[in-house]
């Protein structure tokens, strides 16, 4: 197998849309033999963007391995350069005409070999796995998360590969779907100041300036405040000037971000994000969501995301929203189910330090 190694940005600029449309294809066999359905389907902007955007926080670096000219496998890595930099999340993607041949196994060395050598030896990976085929035979041998909570039948591929090669299971995340247009007028947009003192201020689009200091608080809180954070990654660096160029990024990329915020007069309480894409008007993905603790036990978590639902439902075509929580974040999970999510998938979180 013939492996390219392209950092984001190197890429000469007339090779980008062959590429592009290449990757595309190539992630879409995969996705097809997966079994997620077409919700899950590579997005052209976002390919383009993992090849071409970088800033000063964040970069991707994919590696293709062909055979006869053809994309047989591909490996993504995104990496954090303000901090992490000692880390890498990669995930490893082979034809499912060339599997069990050991295509997957030798791009990952070459990857893992690679990313050593810029200093990245913690990696972490993920898998996602359809909930109908985790449920499929519940009586067959399972791996359980490190966390504590669940557990993946040990013969999936993803699973016997991942182990093959010294990754260990850290965590179980629950992927859920709201259908939002189904529940329809029952969401409440936000704006007042309730009973309690709690306003919850939508938007979309990129931050206003006058936010900008508050989500990056909150994206602060987002990287050591959550279920397994201490595990699996350092405390990121958030300014108003993350935020801005996040938020320009996303931009580019074709993604258009909901934004749910509470405050308490000054205080900010907590927030909630959706992204959708111009490509696939129909489908919503839900970003981060957080109560900070000093505000936590007052419903906020759902009040947040029906509000943000209400705001997607007025200003957008979307009609469901994909989520993804830590399975041992029970508090966070019955939010969802207050909120009208159900289990969709599982998405297992792997790490392995190299040497
Ligand atoms: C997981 C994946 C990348 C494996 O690629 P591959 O080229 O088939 O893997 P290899 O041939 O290098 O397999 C290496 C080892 O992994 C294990 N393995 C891989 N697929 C397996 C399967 N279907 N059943 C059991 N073990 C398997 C075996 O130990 C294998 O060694 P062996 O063939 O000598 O027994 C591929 O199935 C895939 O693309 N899946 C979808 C994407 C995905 O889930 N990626 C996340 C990976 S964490």
Redesign the pocket.
Known sequence: MEITHIPAGTLPESEIEDTVAEVVAFDRV?NSA?GLGPDFDPRSAEVRRQLQRTNDYTTHALWLGRLGGDIV?KGIAYLDLQDNQNAAEI????HPE?????????LLAVMEEQLAGEGRRTLT????TPAGVVDREPRTARIAAASGTGALPS?L??V???R?HG?SLRQLERCSVARIREVGDDLVGGGEVAADGYAILTWAGPTPEEHLEALALLQRRMSTDTPGAADLEEEEFWDADRVRANDADREASGKRLMTALAMKGDEVAGYTQAAHFAERPAVGDQGGTLVIAEHRGHGLGARLKRANHATLLQESEVERVYTWNAAENSWMLAINDLAGFETYAWTSV?KKITT
Do not use: T
């Open positions: 995969v997966s496998a995930h490893v993607a082979v060339h599997r069990r041949q050991g295509l997957g196994s030798e990976s993920f898998a996602e013969a591929p993803e016997a590969f991942a093959a990754y792997w």
